[in-house]
């Protein structure tokens, strides 16, 4: 039976969490997700036994993190911009050490302190690595409510698939927004030790060991060697992204997360003026859809990329279209979201006239 | 017809500023106040006395925190009174 219900994007989330089995919850409230812990610390330890932590700061949750799942634990914390940057140490070790987790950043205005407003401006941070040394996250960027909960779970499957931090790059307004969801079934806690999980050590295999301290450089190396492979084959398998009306367009909006669903309103007003226009939205932001970008730049004439940054997916989008179209930008920065109509001017000062 | 008044209270507390209230609002009498709570939003008060209850602020409102009281004002109240005859005669004005 379907079950629909009117949930905030941040409550909807922790409840996906405690359905998709989770074990381990541990965070610092911090606005605009103060509410994943608030919901998490009501419900979750009665229905399923799932241990919810207030650390003492971010830098505290993120290596309970460390230590949870690396027993093998499905655990996860979520944050928003100025404590994720908090925690980038922790996730460097983590993703040295191949330990599966689910991270969540709804994202607010930067940089320092900055506001609690909605703000994509940790694209750089979740995509190109914010922490120390060649690692990289599962980047997922949800768009709807709807999305933040099938990502909940989707995420512990390719962090156990792959053994590699996933993150759910979200922002303030999905966080806050009231939405319709459908929620998936109550699972079971899953009780299968992984071959990897430091448990105990039975007589009957070599003890585990998680650490990412290697003094010897040619070990380190190898490591390295193993972990790109492993970004490599992440990268041919995992590619996510949505296509809305790009087959005869000639103009191209790309965005992701909340600002898709703007172009896409954006893309609707402009056809209505006659100009073609649709909307490329990257779901996974690690691994990055170059290749189609690629394709869609043979018979598109222009792409205009909008953010709530400065143009961080720009620079992914340009390396996408590799200078066979014309590659704008429109972004609005600080915690403030673009219109739909300032989009379409945009559009129309861009590219009417010179391109269509 | 008889003139309802209205008058709403808003936990303030639990508001995210979303605004969408002070456009549903037919007498605008919604604002943002620039003061903010603890999370950190601004929250909405009212800056007007002429709330009908019609109660559009509270059906939009995604949280639900808004609370809205109705009076309804059967009585015609009196909108002058003559003095000085016999006995005062309070003067009422259609409905």
């Known amino acids: 039976m379907r079950e629909l219900k009117l949930m905030k994007g941040n409550e909807a989330m922790a409840e996906a969490a405690i359905r998709c089995g989770c074990d381990a919850y541990f965070g610092y409230p911090i606005t605009p997700q103060s509410e994943v812990l608030e919901y998490l610390s009501n419900e979750a330890h009665k229905r399923t036994g799932m241990v919810v932590l207030q650390a003492e700061s971010e830098v505290a949750a993120i290596n309970m993190i460390y230590g949870a799942a690396g027993a093998g634990k499905r655990a996860m914390t979520s944050s928003s911009s100025p404590g994720m940057s908090l925690m980038q140490e922790g996730i460097s070790y983590i993703a040295c050490a191949e330990i599966p987790c689910l991270l969540v950043n709804v994202m607010r205005g930067g940089p320092g302190l900055g506001t609690i407003q909605p703000s994509q401006g940790d694209y750089f941070q979740a995509v190109k690595g914010g922490g120390h040394g060649d690692y990289k996250l599962i980047v997922l960027a949800p768009s709807t409510v709807q999305e933040m909960v099938d990502f909940v779970k989707l995420s512990f499957e390719l962090a156990f698939k792959w053994r590699n931090p996933v993150m759910i790059l979200s922002d303030g307004a999905l966080g806050q927004m009231m939405e319709k969801v459908e929620l998936f079934e109550q699972q079971e806690r899953i009780k299968t030790i992984e071959s990897w999980a430091t448990v105990g050590k039975p007589e009957t295999r070599e003890r585990n060991v998680h650490t990412s301290l290697h003094m010897d450089p040619e070990k380190m190396e190898e490591i390295n060697i193993h972990l790109q492979a492993k970004y490599k084959a992440i990268e041919d398998e995992e590619l996510r992204f949505e296509k809305i009306n790009c087959d005869d367009a000639d103009i191209i909006l790309t965005g992701f997360g909340l600002v898709a669903r703007i172009c896409q309103k954006a893309a609707s007003l402009a056809r209505e003026r006659g100009i073609k226009v649709g909307v490329f939205r990257p779901i996974t932001l690690f691994p990055f859809p170059y290749a189609e970008l690629n394709k869609l730049a043979d018979h598109a004439k222009g792409f205009l990329d909008v953010e709530m940054n400065a143009g961080q997916m720009l620079e992914d989008v340009k390396l996408g279209v590799n200078g066979k179209a014309r590659v704008e930008f429109y972004g609005r920065m600080g915690g403030v979201i673009p219109s739909p109509e300032e989009i379409l001017a945009k559009i129309e000062e861009k590219f009417v006239g010179e391109l269509v | ?95």
């Not at chain 2, 800056?47 to 009908?52: G, M, P, R």
């Not at chain 2, 016999?86 to 009422?92: L, R």
């Open chain 2, 1 to 95: 017809m008889a003139k309802v008044k209205g008058d709403i209270l808003i936990d303030i507390e639990r508001c995210k500023g979303c605004e969408l209230c002070a456009v549903a609002c037919p007498q605008d009498s919604l604002k943002l106040s620039q003061k903010i709570n603890s999370k950190g939003y601004h929250f909405i008060v009212k800056i007007e006395d002429n709330c009908t209850g019609c109660t559009n602020c509270a059906l939009v409102c995604p949280e639900g925190i808004i609370k809205v009281y109705r009076k309804t004002l059967n009585k015609k109240e009196p909108v002058a009174t003559i003095s000085n005859v016999s006995k005062d005669i309070n003067i009422t004005v259609g409905t």
